[in-house]
T-cell receptor, first 114, second 113 residues
Framework: NAGVTQTPKFQVLKTGQSMTLQCAQDMNHNSMYWYRQDPGMGLRLIYYSASEGTTDKGEVPNGYNVSRLNKREFSLRLESAAPSQTSVYFCASSPETSGIYEQYFGPGTRLTVT | AQSVTQLDSQVPVFEEAPVELRCNYS??????LFWYVQYPNQGLQLLLKYLSGSTLVKGINGFEAEFNKSQTSFHLRKPSVHISDTAEYFCAVRYPHAGKSTFGDGTTLTVKP
């Protein structure tokens, strides 16, 4: 099992460019999440998806869109990147069933917007 | 609203000394509690969790945590740390049926030789 995979690992964008961060899990988990991590601010939830076809806003959704393409994949799109979106982005998944609520994280995508 | 507070942003400690990383949460109902560890340039991984039952929870790498309902705390402890325990540690809280967890800001544990 690969667990949670994220692509790309690193990305540099210019202000105003767009890009999509990809995430996939092979554990048949129901829920998937996108976080950003900034120094001293912990993890902040951007969007999450409790099941295929559903998405909900988290704490910091502005400037982002998501797609739960199927049970395995959950992508994060930046339509017009801004320097404030420079961060490390983590995708996570969780069974969210049968008493298993912990999250499994991918290795992260380090994004720089200049 | 769910909130979780990690009381120390940085904890330096010498190798083989004991350590406690403190976590408090706000809730008037039962919650699920987690500790995660993040090594440099990696994602988070689960250390231990409390869902119900025994208030003393044992996790990986010799860590344990104690759930204290009256003090709404879930402090993480290890009796003797190693250099390899240097990492960032996150406490997280989840209400039943919430569908998502709230993470604290993290505590950086630095173990010195």
């Amino acid at each position: 099992n690969a667990g949670v995979t994220q692509t790309p690992k690193f990305q540099v964008l210019k202000t105003g460019q767009s890009m999509t961060l990809q995430c996939a899990q092979d554990m048949n988990h129901n829920s998937m999440y996108w976080y950003r991590q900034d120094p001293g601010m912990g993890l902040r939830l951007i969007y999450y998806s409790a099941s295929e076809g559903t998405t909900d806003k988290g704490e910091v959704p502005n400037g982002y869109n998501v797609s739960r393409l199927n049970k395995r994949e959950f992508s994060l799109r930046l339509e017009s990147a801004a320097p404030s979106q420079t961060s490390v982005y983590f995708c996570a998944s969780s069974p969210e069933t049968s008493g298993i609520y912990e999250q499994y994280f991918g290795p992260g995508t380090r994004l720089t917007v200049t | 609203a769910q909130s979780v507070t990690q009381l120390d942003s940085q904890v330096p400690v010498f190798e083989e000394a004991p350590v406690e990383l403190r976590c408090n949460y706000s809730s008037s109902v039962s919650v699920y509690l987690f500790w995660y560890v993040q090594y440099p340039n990696q994602g988070l991984q689960l250390l231990l969790k409390y869902l119900s039952g025994s208030t003393l929870v044992k996790g990986i790498n010799g860590f344990e945590a104690e759930f204290n309902k009256s003090q709404t705390s879930f402090h993480l402890r290890k009796p003797s740390v190693h250099i390899s325990d240097t990492a960032e540690y996150f406490c997280a809280v989840r209400y039943p049926h919430a569908g998502k967890s709230t993470f604290g800001d993290g505590t950086t544990l630095t173990v010195k030789p």
